[in-house]
């Protein structure tokens, strides 16, 4: 995992670590309050019911909410990872149009057109789907920033 986002901190030349550092610091602040808010919250149900009801039903009432929540949200997640994770069969490309396709690129550019192709297929190799997938929107977002200027 840190290969990969070396890697990727490479790549981009015009990478603002600042923006980076302030949208993680936002991130945990928000999680940090949300993980607060739950805890006043939780405390709050049982300090009211504990008044109404007694501690022990007021232990048991909230033990039980959080445990349906538990459920249900571990039933839905399995429920999509298993309709996501279903194996589709896929075609294949041929090998005759992957050539082709190769041979065409390969010759219609210069030989530093060629050296870029032979690396992006060697780093392609190299990459997982989702490191590939970072680097594609990260320099679709700096080719976007370069053709508006």
């Known amino acids: 995992m840190f ?3 070396h890697r990727l901190l490479v790549a981009a030349a015009d990478w603002q670590p600042r923006d980076f550092l302030m949208s ?25 019911l504990s008044a ?3 501690p022990v039903f007021a232990a048991v009432v909230i033990s039980t909410a959080y445990g349906v929540v538990a459920v249900v949200a571990g039933v839905a997640l399995a ?17 005759e149009n992957l050539e082709a396709l190769l041979r065409s690129l390969a010759a219609a550019g210069t030989p530093q057109d ?3 192709l032979i690396a992006a297929l060697k780093v392609g190799r190299d990459l997982s789907p989702m490191e590939l997938l970072a680097i594609s929107l990260i320099s679709g977002f700096f080719a976007g920033r370069t053709a508006g200027k």
């Open 3 to 5: 290969r990969g986002l």
């Open 114 to 116: 060629q050296m870029a």
């Open 24 to 48: 993680m610091i936002g991130a945990e602040a928000v999680t940090l309050l949300a993980a607060v808010s739950l805890g006043f919250g939780t405390f709050a149900a049982y300090a009211h």
């Open 79 to 95: 429920r999509w990872y298993a309709g996501s994770s279903k194996a589709r069969p896929a075609e294949a490309p041929s090998a």
């Open 52 to 54: 109404v009801e007694g």
